[in-house]
Structures are given as structure tokens and as C-alpha cells.
């Protein structure tokens, strides 16, 4: 059974940094693209950022681009999100989801429960 | 970036009803590689995660009762629950893979009226 689970949310001042993980178990890890998805309190889903099987190609959003950097140790099974220069609007559960085939680039079927991740003074 | 757009935001309907959701791309995810257009389906209901219900825009996940289905090509894109259940009560997301960033649209939820 594909497991996903995120750790290291928490409260962050504005322009501060925080890094979240997803540890994978259940799949052949290092063969599968990996994708941080997010959801601000009461709004809809919004990708973040992807990552190649190898790590070789990432991918960001605008909104996060310059800020955010994705990674991911397939040694330990688990995918990264180094988030700095944090702002209010980056506040939001944040939820990794593998893709449904090995090595591409298409649609979700596992996801995680999340990591609560809140910019606040 | 391909914009993709739902509608409604919110629709009401009857225990057994038909429920239609639509869903608009600013332009076509249809893939000339596989033939296939790259639209998916999601239904995340409060306080859980989303869940795969459709994607290539009209394949159902395994699990998925036959009363989701989707369609459409190109642009445009339908979800349609046949005959809805109390446990179809969520909010459902389309989203397209066919080039980065995998936008996916406002949601639309769908309650009993």
C-alpha cells in the first residue's frame, strides 16, 4: 500500500524558512515524479512544484519560483520542500502526491494527509 | 500557463439527480503522442486529501463507482455524477498535465439540495 506521509509544517515569521518532508513507502520510490501541491485555509488546490525520478528536472510555479527549491533523497525514500522568504499567502496545507505512472509527467493517485504550513508574526 | 476554469462554483442538487460539472482550458490538453487528453478529476471532501476519479478525461479509477464519468476534448471537459449519493457531497477539482505548471481549476461543490 502507497504511503505518504508530510512532516515539518508549523508557524514561521514572514521571511522566514522552513523545510517539509514527505517520506514514501509502499512504491519503488525512485522510479516515480514527485509533486508538492497546496491549499490555503478555505481555497482550492494550487501545484507547487515537481520533481524527475532522478531529480535531474524540477518544476515550480511562478508564485514560488526563486523561493522555493524541491529535492529528494531516494536513498531515504523521501521528497523535500526548502521553502525561505516566506509570506502570508504561502500559508497553506501542503500535501505531496506521486504520480500514477513510473518516469512522467501526468495525473495524481496517491496523496498525502499534509503539513500545515503558517507565515505569521 | 494554461488556465483552467470550472463551472459552477457551487451546485445543489436532489438525492438521485443528475450532477454536470464543466471544466475549460484556456487551451487544448489533447496530446498528440498518445492520442489522449491530459485532464484529470478529483474529489476531496472536508478534512481529507483529494482522490482520483478520472483522468485522460474519461478513464474512471479503479474503485470509482460507475456513476462519475467524464468527458469531452480538446478545451472542454465534463464530470457527471448520474445519480447522486449522500456520500458525493465534496468539493471536485479538474486539472490538466498536459504541459507545467498542472494548473487545476477553482473547484466545485456539490451539495445536497
Known amino acids: 500500500e502507497v504511503q505518504l506521509l508530510e512532516s515539518g509544517g508549523g508557524l514561521v515569521q514572514p521571511g522566514g524558512s522552513l523545510r517539509i518532508a514527505c517520506a514514501a513507502s509502499?512504491?519503488?520510490?525512485?522510479?516515480?515524479?514527485m509533486t508538492w501541491v497546496r491549499q490555503a485555509p478555505g481555497k482550492g488546490l494550487e501545484w507547487v512544484s515537481a520533481i524527475s525520478d532522478s531529480a535531474a528536472i524540477t518544476y515550480y510555479a511562478d508564485s514560488v519560483k526563486g523561493r522555493f527549491t524541491i529535492s529528494r533523497d531516494n536513498s531515504k525514500n523521501t521528497l523535500y520542500l526548502q521553502m525561505s522568504s516566506l509570506r502570508a499567502e504561502d500559508t497553506a496545507l501542503y500535501y505531496c502526491?506521486?504520480?500514477?505512472?513510473?518516469?512522467?509527467?501526468?495525473?495524481?493517485?496517491?496523496w498525502g494527509q499534509g503539513t500545515l504550513v503558517t507565515v505569521s508574526s | 500557463d494554461i488556465v483552467v476554469t470550472q463551472s459552477p462554483d457551487s451546485l445543489a442538487v436532489s438525492l438521485g439527480e443528475r450532477a454536470t460539472i464543466n471544466c475549460k482550458s484556456t487551451q487544448s490538453v489533447f496530446s498528440s503522442s498518445n492520442n489522449k487528453n491530459c485532464l484529470a478529476w478529483y474529489q476531496q471532501k472536508p478534512g481529507q486529501p483529494p482522490k482520483l476519479l478520472i483522468f485522460w478525461a474519461s478513464t474512471r479509477e479503479s474503485g470509482v463507482p460507475d456513476r462519475f464519468s467524464g468527458s469531452g476534448s480538446g478545451t472542454d471537459f465534463t464530470l457527471t455524477i448520474s445519480s447522486l449519493q449522500a456520500e458525493d457531497v465534496a468539493v471536485y477539482y479538474c486539472q490538466q498535465y498536459y504541459t507545467t505548471p498542472f494548473t487545476f481549476g477553482g473547484g466545485t461543490k456539490v451539495e445536497i439540495k
Open positions: 509502499g512504491f519503488t520510490f525512485n522510479t516515480y515524479t
Open positions: 502526491a506521486k504520480d500514477a505512472y513510473s518516469s512522467r509527467w501526468y495525473y495524481f493517485d496517491s
